[in-house]
């Protein structure tokens, strides 16, 4: 069997495929891509942020499938109360609280203790076959040679944010003046499609992670280069938080979907929602409603829907609560909500915002058989730089509830609920589909149908993501502008639905590989919203 990995930005995909061509396996590709990502979708990912894999190692069964997170956790100096006066509203399209200031987003005080590098490195240690500074140095050499921006990266800093309360990409570059320094020329200008953009304060800070080991970014110079620059701008990340941070090992969350066998992210993650609506689902005949037929789009949607309305109960960070997961994921809970949708009974969906949507993801299968679904983020980013580091810190605060006392609410050193729902799929304990996708709560939403257009609908991985999809997460329909109006209109009779301005992305970046169980085939596609590509690899 050949290799294969499938990620939204090309350097960083032929970075991984170099790995595997020469000989290294798939957590090897894996983590040598997240860290050439870093480099060319510096707001999207990075040292600063956090990250969740999932992991099968050749031969073994879906029952023993790796679950790794290593997640962006609320620094020891928050109080729960401390941002009550401060909130205006949870942002309509779901992604956080906004706060006067932006207190949340913008700046010091948005960061969360990053998890990534340690995350990271553990992949590397426990089940790669390269060295750590190996898996560097692709993307040491990037930063400091530079790459060429792209039109993706150049429209995003071009894009301005809907609300005014909201920020773009370009709004937290120029809230920090060493990310202005870095990210704009010298007419002051964010860089434009073509131009080569260099960043040796990255390089240089890869380079010390590289001869010092990743325990520098927790223990070291570096720990204390990030905390005092932290402290000294009222941040809440304290030396300690970075000290004592500690990566989570729960067991994935497992469901059965038409006799597969789905192996998710668990809580706080997308991964419990994305099994609750595959439940759902199961229990109609998909193929004969029609794809994206209105039957099809408001069946769906509804399965959605009733998901996330669980999710916004009952989900949060089992550290802090106790989580029904069992039950959330059972087929009797999925038993009662089709007969909800079938009554035609309303869903009362309360309102629970997920992570920003800006995040990435690589999926890999190498020539043994070990799979690897990675995704990581900064969120939105901060756009904060420690000066000479070259990194930007995660917006991670931007996801807590201001007000006490509920699931999500802000407390020391605990994880906000994420979309993330890195998932590798199994036909008789041999994997079938590895997928995942950026996208904050439309990951899931992304992940759901790529996989029922594989499973229920018989289409290739780039048939698969190349299909028009929708989103309904509370009391609207949103679908991308490809789906005809005339199906709107018929689904508009019985749920709201508006059309969203993209024709392709904005409703999760699937990317995926399948794999012929029986003679060992590889098919992969990333989704065409993005710039990403499919590299399949023969050792």
Known sequence: MPGMIVAPEPIAVEAGA?????????????????????????????????????????????????LLDAPALAGSRVRPDMWVDRLIAMNPDGWGYFLTGKVNDVGYQAICTPGVV???????????????????EPAIRVADGGFMV????????????????????????????????????????????????????????LRRLADAGPDDFYHGELAHRITDDIAANDGFVTADDLAEYTLREEP???????????????APHGGPTLIEALNILEGYDLRELGH???????????????????????VGDPAFDAIPIDWLTSKERAAHWRAQIDAGQPIDVAALPGG???????????????????????????????????????????????????????????GRTTGMSPTIVYADNRPVLVIGAPGANRIITGVLQVLLNIIDFGMSPAE????????????????????????????????????????????????????????????????????????????
């Open 18 to 66: 170099r790995v595997l061509m020469d000989g290294g396996n798939a957590i090897d590709a894996a983590v040598t891509c997240a860290f050439v990502q870093m480099i060319v979708n510096p707001q999207m990912c990075g040292l600063g942020g956090y990250a969740l894999a999932i992991v099968r190692l050749a031969g073994e069964p879906a029952a023993r499938t790796i």
């Open 118 to 136: 340690k995350g990271l490195a553990t992949l590397l240690e426990r089940w790669g076959s390269i060295d750590w500074a190996q898996a560097l």
């Open 150 to 205: 792209d039109s993706v990266l150049a429209n995003r800093w071009k894009t301005r944010a809907i609300y005014p309360e909201a920020s773009s990409l370009l709004d937290y570059i120029l809230a920090n003046e060493e990310a202005r320094r870095i990210y704009l020329t010298a007419d002051g200008r964010p860089y434009d499609e073509g131009m080569i953009l260099r960043n040796p304060d990255y390089a240089r800070t």
């Open 252 to 266: 994935p969350t497992i469901g059965v979907y038409r006799g597969y066998t789905i192996v998710s992210s668990q």
């Open 292 to 314: 994206n037929s209105a039957d099809y789009i408001f069946t769906a949607a509804m399965a959605m829907k009733a998901a996330f309305a669980d999710r916004n109960r009952h």
């Open 356 to 414: 920003p949507p800006d995040t990435t993801h690589v999926s890999v299968v190498d020539a043994a058989g070990n799979c690897v679904a990675l995704t990581h983020s900064l969120g939105m980013s901060s756009g904060v730089i420690t000066p000479g580091l070259g990194f930007m810190y995660n917006n991670s605060m931007i996801n807590f509830n201001p007000i006490p006392g509920h699931r999500n609410s802000i407390a020391p050193r605990k």
């Open 464 to 539: 698969a993501v190349q299909a028009p999809r929708f989103d309904c997460q509370g009391e609207r329909i949103v679908v991308q502008n490809r789906i005809p109006e005339y199906v709107c209109a018929e689904v508009r009779e019985r749920h709201p639905v508006v059309r969203a301005p993209q024709s392709y992305g904005a409703f999760g970046l699937v990317q995926v590989i399948s794999i012929d169980p029986a003679r060992g085939g590889l098919r992969g596609a990333s989704d065409p919203g993005g710039a990403g590509m499919a590299l399949s690899v023969a050792r």
